[in-house]
Structures are given as C-alpha cells and as structure tokens.
C-alpha cells in the first residue's frame, strides 16, 4: 500500500516517529497520507519492547515506500521485557525484513524507577546484538548522556546510530558524532526558552543532523496539549533552517541524504505514491 501524493519539493525522513501508537491506529492510511502531503516521505518507528515488534513489521510490510522499523527494548518499558530479553531479541533480529533499519529505541534513562544496572545491562547486550546484526542504534538518553558515553566507548561500539532528543551540551554532542552518531533534532528547539539545545544544534556540522518528531510526544511549541503529528515535521525544518541562517533547499537535502545514508536506504524517492 502507498499514499497517494505528488513527490514533495523538499523530501522530508521523520526518523522517529512512534507511528503504531493508539493515536494514529483507527485511520492510519489518512494519517500517513497527511504525512506525506506535508513531505514526509519517510518515517522511522523504533519499537518500546516485545509487544509492539510485530506491529511495526506489519506497518512497514503494508506501506514499504514510507515505513521503516527498528526492534528493540526501551528503557522505560523494562519491566516488560520478559526472562529472555536478549534471545528474544537476537531471533526477532535474526527474523527480520530489509525494512528493519536499526535497533532501537534502545538507551538509559534516569528518571524511571528501573534500576540503572538493569538498564546497562539490557543496553550492553543490545549494543552487541546490533554490532553483530550491522545495524545502528536509535539511542534513548534522559539525563544520561555522560554515562552512555562511557559505556559506548567502553564497547568500542562501531555501528553507529542516532541520539534521539538531544539536549545537552555542544560538547556532548561533538563526543557523540565522534563515536559515528547522528543528533536526532526535534521539537525541542521550537521552544525559544530552549536556548542550549538551540544554540547547540546551530553550532553542530549539519551532516550530522536529522530530524524527528518523537509523534505522538513531544509537541511543538504552539501545539502543547495536542498530540504531535509527523506532519509537523516541515515546522522543525523550518526552524532549523532559521537557527542556521543556510538555504532551505541545502538544510533539507542535507538532513535527507543524512537520514538515508545513517540507515543504509536508497536516497530515490518513489514516483509511484
């Protein structure tokens, strides 16, 4: 299936976009299709745990031009994880479509109530099961990052990924594209009151960014209460392009062939809607 839309003048990837959740599910084609007639041709659904793998196989099956998944364990969703996590995860991987781009949502997160060594150990065995599956991470941190810097380095991590969220520190950032990731640029810095996030994002090589909604949280600013759409990703474009001072056509095509190149897809978009 596909979503009947002309080829947009900038091709925009929301490269998380928790898409399967229950607010998009009783019309998911309209609310793909809206999408896409914003320019959203491409949208990244990293998965929370066991019970949503299958759900977003099926949606990338169903809609194979736009839709792409990751399978992983996220933080928040630990105490669901079951007895076997790690082998369950290696047979899903092992199982797994082309549309299965990355491992994830995956990371550490320090205002849960899941004990910080369980969440390590979850995330180090994800980390090798990722390396050896040749996939990248969509990597989850809230108040974390120094830490998840430690642990990457200590595994000598090699695949690669993306920083979900990101709001820390220029430094940190740096220290994050310097172990092979992309920083994941969302709503966030729609905020004015965001100075830091904002003032970091301009600062950093745009080759390094992509954008994402993290739908349906995290709304933009002007669209609190509402639940966040990955239509609205031309709006964290938009600001991007603002907070840089570069051409549009430029920040956009970069962050496109940014998303593509980080998950091993074909730049092309289909003609075919």
Known sequence: MSAAVTTPEYPLFDTHCHFDFDAFAAQFADELALACQQGVQRILIPSIGRQNWQRVATLAADYPDHIYYALGYHPYFLASAGLNPLDDLEQALDARSSACVAVGEVGLDAMVDIDAKVQETLLLGQ????????????????????????????????????LHAFSGSEQQAR??????????????????????TRRTISALPLE??????????????????????????PLVLNELVLLRKEDKQTVASTVWKNSNLLFSICERIPTEM
């Open 175 to 196: 220290q994050f594209i310097d172990l092979g990731f992309k920083i994941g640029v969302g709503g966030g810095i729609t905020y004015p009151r965001a100075n830091k």
């Open 127 to 162: 980390l090798a099961l990722a390396q050896a599956a040749g996939l990248p991470v969509v990597l989850h941190s809230r108040k974390t990052h120094n830490r998840l810097l430690q642990l990457l380095k200590q595994t000598r991590f090699q695949g690669g990924g993306v």
């Open 208 to 233: 390094h960014l992509v954008l994402e909604t993290d739908a349906p949280d995290m709304p933009l600013c002007g669209y609190q209460g509402h639940n966040n759409h990955p239509c609205r990703l």
